[in-house]
């Protein structure tokens, strides 16, 4: 009995030391990837790609590289002493954030860890890499827009750059999910030298732009003045017409009351002669009727 006893507490041992083990060698050695993780572990047969489980990594035998699903952004800055040069040409201030992600497939995710490298595919070890891409594109199509295109064709330019450089991050298991200008103006005069072929061109474009907006704002002023000459002058004819029209109608105006006037006073002295007439006519007749009256009366008698 006491054998059995021994035999049973050895096994028990050796079951809690197995579990025990197992458990450590699970914690130690069984790596899960998190939902905006990946890893690729080499050092098998070929490289394999674990998303969204896990797997057993031995140190001695594996490597791990760990791949961030993340959209990352990448800003791209060049501005001033490394302002883009347009077709004008002129200078640009360019600040552009590139929106970009590791491709979420088994095949380019093995193929960012393997191009891109450093231990970890995150934003810090792909704007290494895609840095100089991304300002190769936008240089090359800022070159092909001028400075007041690139301000009125903004979404063409965006498309341009996209075009250019998916391929080239197509090949690194990247994606670019889009482009957004936080900044595009003219660069400061005087930010950029001019000891160059391009810097004196710029140079040069800009003081005939200066010149000819110095020369069309003189014209401006001085057609302003002309204008307002004119149209004071236009004004004060308007305001003589008006009085010299207002004066004519008085005088008309009165012209024509003076002759109602007169007509009135003619019409009423005919009056007063005609009635003048008449009474002296009644007076007459009164008179002649009183003489053959006075003649009757004798011979009645």
């Not at 009995?1 to 914690?27: D, H, R």
């Amino acid at each position: 009995m006491e054998q059995i006893a021994i035999v049973i507490g050895l096994v028990v041992v050796v079951v809690v030391l197995f579990v025990v083990a197992f458990f450590a060698a699970v914690s130690r050695f069984y790596v899960k990837s998190p939902a905006d993780r990946a890893y690729v572990k080499t050092g098998g047969n070929k490289p394999k790609v674990v998303v969204n489980g896990g797997d057993w990594v031995i140190p001695a035998f594996h490597e791990v590289t760990w791949v961030d699903l993340r959209t990352m952004d990448i800003d791209i800055e060049r501005t001033e002493a490394s302002a883009l040069l347009t077709v004008d040409p002129q200078y640009a201030d360019i600040r552009a954030i590139f929106y970009i992600k590791v491709n979420p497939v088994a095949e380019m995710i093995e193929r960012a860890a393997r191009t891109i490298g450093g231990g970890e595919v995150n934003t810090g070890s792909v704007h290494r890499l895609v840095e100089s891409k991304l300002e190769g594109a936008l240089r090359d199509v800022a070159a092909t827009f001028t400075l007041m295109s690139l301000h009125q064709e903004r979404e063409k330019f965006v498309e341009r750059v996209q075009e250019l450089v998916r391929q080239d991050l197509n090949e690194n298991g990247l994606v670019l999910e889009s482009v957004s200008i936080t900044t595009l103006k003219s660069a400061r005069q005087g930010s950029f030298g001019i000891d160059d072929v391009f810097g004196a061109q710029v140079a040069r474009a800009n003081a005939e732009v200066i010149q000819n907006a110095l020369r069309q704002r003189n014209e401006i002023d001085q057609g302003t003045q002309t204008e307002i000459s004119r149209r004071n002058a236009v004004a004060e004819q308007e305001r003589n017409d008006i009085a010299q029209t207002n004066q004519t109608d008085i005088a008309r105006r009165n012209a024509t009351a003076q002759q109602e006037q007169n007509t009135i006073t003619r019409n009423a002295e005919l009056e007063i002669t005609r009635r003048n007439a008449e009474v002296e006519q009644e007076r007459l007749t009164l008179e002649r009727s009183l003489a053959q009256a006075r003649a009757t009366q004798p011979a009645l008698r």
